[in-house]
Protein backbone atom coordinates (compact mmCIF):
# COMPACT_ATOMS: atom_id res chain seq x y z
CA UNK A 1 0.00 0.00 0.00
CA UNK A 2 0.64 3.59 -0.02
CA UNK A 3 1.43 3.93 3.68
CA UNK A 4 1.35 2.02 6.88
CA UNK A 5 -1.79 1.07 7.79
CA UNK A 6 -3.06 0.58 11.37
CA UNK A 7 -6.59 -1.36 12.39
CA UNK A 8 -8.67 -1.02 14.57
CA UNK A 9 -7.95 3.08 14.29
CA UNK A 10 -9.76 3.14 17.82
CA UNK A 11 -10.43 0.38 20.41
CA UNK A 12 -12.27 0.23 23.76
CA UNK A 13 -12.14 -2.51 25.87
CA UNK A 14 -12.99 -3.12 29.55
CA UNK A 15 -10.39 -4.10 32.30
CA UNK A 16 -9.13 -7.20 31.73
CA UNK A 17 -10.26 -8.04 28.25
CA UNK A 18 -7.72 -9.29 25.47
CA UNK A 19 -7.10 -6.77 22.54
CA UNK A 20 -5.14 -7.34 19.30
CA UNK A 21 -3.43 -4.34 17.24
CA UNK A 22 -2.48 -4.90 13.85
CA UNK A 23 -0.17 -3.18 11.47
CA UNK A 24 0.28 -3.93 7.47
CA UNK A 25 3.74 -1.94 6.72
CA UNK A 26 4.77 -0.29 3.73
CA UNK A 27 5.28 -3.13 1.23
CA UNK A 28 9.12 -4.16 1.21
CA UNK A 29 10.15 -2.72 4.45
CA UNK A 30 11.77 -5.30 6.13
CA UNK A 31 11.90 -3.11 9.75
CA UNK A 32 9.12 -2.70 11.25
CA UNK A 33 8.64 -0.56 15.15
CA UNK A 34 5.70 -0.60 17.80
CA UNK A 35 5.80 2.33 19.72
CA UNK A 36 2.77 3.34 22.63
CA UNK A 37 2.22 7.47 23.19
CA UNK A 38 0.29 8.55 26.57
CA UNK A 39 -1.79 11.40 26.37
CA UNK A 40 0.61 14.38 26.44
CA UNK A 41 3.96 12.08 25.86
CA UNK A 42 6.26 11.23 23.20
CA UNK A 43 5.88 7.44 21.41
CA UNK A 44 7.68 5.57 23.62
CA UNK A 45 9.91 2.55 22.00
CA UNK A 46 8.04 -0.87 22.39
CA UNK A 47 9.48 -3.75 20.16
CA UNK A 48 11.12 -4.16 17.02
CA UNK A 49 11.11 -6.73 14.31
CA UNK A 50 13.29 -7.06 11.47
CA UNK A 51 11.61 -9.53 8.96
CA UNK A 52 10.09 -11.98 11.20
CA UNK A 53 12.45 -12.16 14.04
CA UNK A 54 11.69 -9.64 17.20
CA UNK A 55 15.22 -8.15 17.70
CA UNK A 56 14.23 -5.97 20.50
CA UNK A 57 11.85 -6.20 22.96
CA UNK A 58 13.03 -4.34 25.96
CA UNK A 59 9.96 -1.79 25.67
CA UNK A 60 7.27 -4.12 26.44
CA UNK A 61 6.42 -3.07 29.48
CA UNK A 62 4.94 -6.23 30.90
CA UNK A 63 4.73 -9.68 30.11
CA UNK A 64 0.81 -8.86 28.91
CA UNK A 65 2.18 -7.63 25.89
CA UNK A 66 2.97 -9.40 23.03
CA UNK A 67 4.20 -8.48 19.04
CA UNK A 68 4.68 -11.30 16.42
CA UNK A 69 5.22 -11.01 12.72
CA UNK A 70 5.15 -14.21 11.69
CA UNK A 71 5.85 -13.70 7.74
CA UNK A 72 7.71 -10.63 7.97
CA UNK A 73 4.99 -8.33 7.13
CA UNK A 74 2.03 -7.94 8.93
CA UNK A 75 2.36 -7.48 12.74
CA UNK A 76 0.39 -7.81 15.48
CA UNK A 77 0.34 -6.13 19.26
CA UNK A 78 -1.68 -8.47 21.59
CA UNK A 79 -2.32 -7.03 25.17
CA UNK A 80 -4.12 -9.50 27.91
CA UNK A 81 -5.54 -8.78 30.61
CA UNK A 82 -6.06 -4.86 29.77
CA UNK A 83 -5.68 -2.74 32.79
CA UNK A 84 -6.38 1.46 32.65
CA UNK A 85 -2.98 2.31 32.31
CA UNK A 86 -2.77 0.53 29.18
CA UNK A 87 -4.76 3.09 27.73
CA UNK A 88 -2.50 5.04 24.95
CA UNK A 89 -2.22 5.33 21.16
CA UNK A 90 -0.26 2.64 19.97
CA UNK A 91 1.66 3.57 16.90
CA UNK A 92 3.49 1.49 13.97
CA UNK A 93 6.43 2.59 11.64
CA UNK A 94 7.89 0.53 8.91
CA UNK A 95 11.56 1.03 7.66
CA UNK A 96 13.60 -0.01 4.70
CA UNK A 97 16.60 -0.93 6.98
CA UNK A 98 18.03 -4.44 5.91
CA UNK A 99 20.40 -5.13 8.43
CA UNK A 100 23.86 -4.69 5.97
CA UNK A 101 26.60 -3.28 6.07
CA UNK A 102 27.36 -0.21 3.87
CA UNK A 103 24.50 2.00 4.16
CA UNK A 104 21.70 1.25 6.94
CA UNK A 105 21.57 4.82 7.33
CA UNK A 106 20.11 5.33 4.39
CA UNK A 107 17.26 3.13 5.45
CA UNK A 108 17.28 4.29 9.00
CA UNK A 109 13.79 6.75 8.17
CA UNK A 110 10.46 5.24 10.07
CA UNK A 111 7.28 5.71 8.32
CA UNK A 112 4.39 5.80 10.94
CA UNK A 113 1.37 4.76 10.73
CA UNK A 114 -2.06 6.91 12.03
CA UNK A 115 -2.16 4.61 14.91
CA UNK A 116 -4.74 2.62 17.36
CA UNK A 117 -6.27 4.63 20.34
CA UNK A 118 -7.18 2.23 23.33
CA UNK A 119 -9.31 2.93 25.57
CA UNK A 120 -9.44 1.04 28.74
CA UNK A 121 -12.36 1.05 30.88
CA UNK B 1 20.34 5.52 29.10
CA UNK B 2 19.83 7.81 26.54
CA UNK B 3 17.20 10.46 26.62
CA UNK B 4 16.01 13.65 24.76
CA UNK B 5 15.00 16.55 25.74
CA UNK B 6 12.46 19.21 24.78
CA UNK B 7 12.72 22.63 26.51
CA UNK B 8 9.18 24.05 25.28
CA UNK B 9 6.37 21.99 25.75
CA UNK B 10 4.05 24.93 24.25
CA UNK B 11 4.69 27.84 21.82
CA UNK B 12 2.21 30.15 21.01
CA UNK B 13 2.89 32.56 17.77
CA UNK B 14 1.72 34.85 15.52
CA UNK B 15 2.07 34.46 11.98
CA UNK B 16 5.21 35.99 10.28
CA UNK B 17 7.68 35.46 14.01
CA UNK B 18 10.67 33.24 14.24
CA UNK B 19 10.37 29.90 15.88
CA UNK B 20 12.89 27.75 17.41
CA UNK B 21 12.45 25.16 19.14
CA UNK B 22 14.98 23.41 21.29
CA UNK B 23 16.31 19.86 21.53
CA UNK B 24 18.72 18.13 23.26
CA UNK B 25 20.17 14.59 24.06
CA UNK B 26 22.29 12.53 26.22
CA UNK B 27 24.31 10.20 24.33
CA UNK B 28 28.25 10.20 23.91
CA UNK B 29 28.53 8.12 20.59
CA UNK B 30 26.84 8.55 16.81
CA UNK B 31 23.73 9.72 16.39
CA UNK B 32 20.80 10.40 13.86
CA UNK B 33 18.41 13.06 14.33
CA UNK B 34 14.71 13.71 13.64
CA UNK B 35 12.19 16.19 13.89
CA UNK B 36 8.65 14.36 13.00
CA UNK B 37 5.60 16.32 13.01
CA UNK B 38 2.01 15.61 13.61
CA UNK B 39 -0.23 18.19 12.59
CA UNK B 40 -4.35 17.48 14.37
CA UNK B 41 -5.51 14.92 12.99
CA UNK B 42 -2.72 13.32 11.40
CA UNK B 43 -0.13 10.99 11.77
CA UNK B 44 3.55 11.86 12.49
CA UNK B 45 5.86 12.70 9.85
CA UNK B 46 9.37 13.19 9.08
CA UNK B 47 9.99 16.96 8.97
CA UNK B 48 13.80 16.56 8.40
CA UNK B 49 17.03 14.21 9.58
CA UNK B 50 20.36 14.62 10.31
CA UNK B 51 22.77 11.25 9.62
CA UNK B 52 26.54 12.84 8.87
CA UNK B 53 28.01 15.74 6.91
CA UNK B 54 26.74 19.59 6.79
CA UNK B 55 25.34 20.05 10.39
CA UNK B 56 22.69 22.32 9.58
CA UNK B 57 19.97 20.26 7.81
CA UNK B 58 16.86 21.49 5.48
CA UNK B 59 13.25 20.06 5.72
CA UNK B 60 10.26 20.39 4.04
CA UNK B 61 8.11 23.28 4.50
CA UNK B 62 10.91 25.60 5.34
CA UNK B 63 11.93 24.30 8.30
CA UNK B 64 15.69 23.37 8.77
CA UNK B 65 17.62 22.11 12.14
CA UNK B 66 21.35 22.72 13.09
CA UNK B 67 23.42 19.87 15.06
CA UNK B 68 25.78 20.86 17.09
CA UNK B 69 27.81 18.24 18.61
CA UNK B 70 29.71 19.81 21.56
CA UNK B 71 25.93 20.98 22.88
CA UNK B 72 24.62 17.73 22.06
CA UNK B 73 21.61 20.51 20.56
CA UNK B 74 19.30 20.17 17.60
CA UNK B 75 17.60 22.77 17.35
CA UNK B 76 14.64 23.46 15.11
CA UNK B 77 14.24 26.63 13.28
CA UNK B 78 11.62 28.35 10.95
CA UNK B 79 12.57 32.76 9.89
CA UNK B 80 8.28 33.06 9.31
CA UNK B 81 6.03 31.22 10.72
CA UNK B 82 2.57 29.94 9.12
CA UNK B 83 -1.09 29.29 10.91
CA UNK B 84 -0.63 25.66 8.72
CA UNK B 85 2.35 25.41 10.85
CA UNK B 86 -0.02 24.70 14.04
CA UNK B 87 1.18 20.91 15.30
CA UNK B 88 2.87 18.73 17.73
CA UNK B 89 6.61 18.44 16.94
CA UNK B 90 8.95 15.55 18.25
CA UNK B 91 12.63 15.19 18.53
CA UNK B 92 13.97 12.21 18.48
CA UNK B 93 17.09 10.12 18.32
CA UNK B 94 18.76 6.91 17.26
CA UNK B 95 21.98 5.96 18.90
CA UNK B 96 24.49 4.38 16.09
CA UNK B 97 26.17 1.48 17.07
CA UNK B 98 28.54 0.39 14.40
CA UNK B 99 27.55 -0.06 10.74
CA UNK B 100 25.40 -3.33 10.98
CA UNK B 101 23.66 -2.36 14.71
CA UNK B 102 20.30 -4.21 14.00
CA UNK B 103 19.43 -4.40 17.76
CA UNK B 104 19.30 -0.99 18.22
CA UNK B 105 16.80 1.04 15.74
CA UNK B 106 14.62 2.51 18.02
CA UNK B 107 13.78 6.13 18.10
CA UNK B 108 13.93 7.81 21.65
CA UNK B 109 11.63 10.79 21.92
CA UNK B 110 11.47 13.82 23.62
CA UNK B 111 7.92 14.88 25.11
CA UNK B 112 6.93 17.00 22.09
CA UNK B 113 5.95 20.79 22.04
CA UNK B 114 2.78 22.35 20.96
CA UNK B 115 3.13 25.29 18.55
CA UNK B 116 0.17 27.17 18.20
CA UNK B 117 -0.09 30.19 15.52
CA UNK B 118 -2.31 32.58 15.42
CA UNK B 119 -3.61 34.04 12.26
Known amino acids: GAGVSQSPRYKVAKRGQDVALRCDPI?????LFWYQQALGQGPEFLTY????????KSGLPSDRFFAERPEGSVSTLKIQRTQQEDSAVYLC???????????????????FGPGTRLTVL | AQSVSQHNHHVILSEAASLELGCNYS??????LFWYVQYPGQHLQLLLK????DPLVKGIKGFEAEFIKSKFSFNLRKPSVQWSDTAEYFC?????????????????WGLGTSLAVNP
Open chain 1, 93 to 111: ASSLYNGLAGGPHLYNEQF
Open chain 1, 27 to 31: SGHVS
Open chain 1, 49 to 56: FQNEAQLD
Open chain 2, 27 to 32: YGGTVN
Open chain 2, 50 to 53: YFSG
Open chain 2, 92 to 108: AVNARRGSNAGNNRKLI
